[in-house]
């Protein structure tokens, strides 16, 4: 406060040391600077025009943010009888799984097949 105090007083010293024809001067270029900038302002309806556009702007942002965090409700949905191909890749990868397909023992699956189910069908 006391800075903008000696400010003002050492502004208001040195405007009354200007002669009357300087300041004379001096305000009609601030007067004609405040008339210009009065002018250049763009009207109300230049910047209404804009609003179309900065909306459309905002509701495509707003789409990208809801579908970009948007969470999956759970697991996709498999089709009956399809195996998922991460497991078989699993399955693939693992070295015990391929020691039992070379050890096959056809006989014992063909027999699980044949033993009836939990409700009494047979699976054959």
Request: aromatic residues 6%; charged residues 25%; hydrophobic residues 45%.
């Given at each position: 406060?006391?800075?903008?105090?000696?400010?003002?007083?050492?502004?208001?010293?040195?405007?009354?040391?200007?002669?009357?024809?300087?300041?004379?001067?001096?305000?009609q270029?601030?007067?004609?600077?405040?008339?210009?900038?009065?002018?250049r302002?763009?009207?109300?309806?230049?910047?209404?025009?804009?609003?179309?556009?900065?909306?459309?702007v905002?509701?495509?942002?707003?789409?990208?943010?809801?579908?970009?965090?948007?969470?999956?409700?759970?697991?996709?949905?498999?089709?009956?009888?399809?195996?998922?191909?991460?497991?078989d890749?699993?399955?693939?990868?693992?070295?015990?799984?391929?020691?039992?397909?070379?050890?096959?023992?056809?006989?014992?699956?063909?027999w699980?097949?044949?033993?009836?189910?939990?409700?009494?069908?047979?699976?054959?």
């Amino acid at each position: 406060m006391d800075f903008e105090r000696r400010a003002r007083a050492v502004l208001e010293e040195d405007v009354l040391r200007i002669d009357g024809r300087i300041r004379s001067r001096l305000n009609q270029a601030r007067q004609a600077a405040v008339a210009e900038a009065a002018r250049r302002r763009p009207a109300l309806w230049r910047s209404f025009a804009l609003m179309p556009t900065a909306g459309a702007v905002a509701a495509a942002l707003l789409l990208t943010t809801v579908l970009w965090h948007r969470q999956p409700q759970g697991e996709l949905p498999v089709a009956e009888g399809v195996h998922s191909t991460v497991e078989d890749l699993d399955l693939l990868a693992d070295g015990e799984g391929l020691e039992l397909i070379e050890g096959w023992d056809g006989s014992f699956y063909e027999w699980a097949v044949d033993q009836p189910d939990v409700s009494g069908e047979t699976n054959g």
